[in-house]
């Protein structure tokens, strides 16, 4: 028989290592037999197709926790285009609401020839505390106007807003 390196460094004949070679994969099977049963063979075939260095197992824990937060993250920038772009549908429909109430309070201005309206004349009323009344009344108009023009103004921040909204969710 020719002698392979590992025969000639241990001195064994290529019988006695053909031996040993049945010997450990009877015990190879045995083992395989024994431990099918409690899961350990699976455990050690997942180890082999697993990474096996701590560093490696911690890095692949890394990647995972990094990957989920990643895909979090993207949901919730999601849910806040979402809650965006239905706070900019609330806020145009309010406003178109009041666009509405403008237009008919500046018909209602118009028609007065814009001097300052008075829905109630305070030398109609009979006594001060009527005329008071009537102040009051004319008073919470003028505001109301004032307020109307704000809210013009407004709009059109809004309209800069959507712009940048829109600009914002084409970007993402």
Same mark, same amino acid.
């Given at each position: 028989? !020719?002698?392979?390196?590992?025969?000639?460094? +241990?001195?064994?004949? *290529?019988?006695?290592?053909?031996?040993?070679?049945?010997?450990? +994969?009877?015990? @190879?099977?045995?083992?395989?037999?024994?431990s099918t049963s409690s899961?350990?063979?699976?455990?050690? @075939? +997942?180890?082999?197709?697993?990474?096996?260095?701590? &560093?490696?197992?911690?890095?692949?824990?890394?990647?995972?926790?990094?990957?989920?937060?990643?895909? /979090? *993250?993207?949901? /919730?920038?999601?849910?806040?285009? /979402?809650?965006?772009?239905?706070?900019?549908?609330?806020?145009?429909? /309010?406003?178109?609401?009041?666009?509405?109430?403008?237009?008919?309070?500046? &018909? @209602?201005?118009?028609?007065?020839?814009?001097?300052?309206?008075?829905?109630?004349?305070? *030398?109609?009323?009979?006594? *001060?505390?009527?005329?008071?009344?009537?102040?009051? !009344?004319?008073?919470?108009?003028?505001?109301? &106007?004032?307020?109307?023009? @704000? !809210?013009?103004?407004?709009q059109l921040q809004l309209?800069?807003?959507?712009?940048?909204?829109?600009? &914002? !969710?084409?970007?993402?």
């Amino acid at each position: 028989p !020719i002698l392979g390196s590992s025969e000639a460094s +241990s001195g064994e004949s *290529s019988d006695d290592n053909n031996t040993g070679d049945l010997q450990l +994969s009877t015990d @190879i099977a045995d083992n395989a037999k024994a431990s099918t049963s409690s899961g350990v063979w699976r455990q050690e @075939i +997942s180890n082999l197709l697993t990474p096996q260095t701590v &560093m490696e197992q911690a890095q692949v824990r890394r990647r995972k926790r990094n990957r989920e937060a990643a895909r /979090r *993250s993207r949901q /919730r920038q999601k849910e806040r285009e /979402r809650d965006l772009v239905e706070r900019q549908e609330q806020l145009t429909q /309010r406003l178109k609401f009041l666009e509405k109430e403008l237009v008919e309070w500046r &018909m @209602i201005n118009s028609a007065s020839g814009n001097r300052e309206v008075r829905l109630v004349d305070p *030398s109609d009323v009979r006594d *001060s505390e009527d005329s008071t009344l009537a102040e009051n !009344i004319n008073r919470v108009y003028n505001l109301t &106007m004032e307020t109307l023009h @704000i !809210i013009g103004e407004l709009q059109l921040q809004l309209d800069e807003i959507t712009k940048e909204l829109h600009s &914002m !969710i084409q970007m993402t």
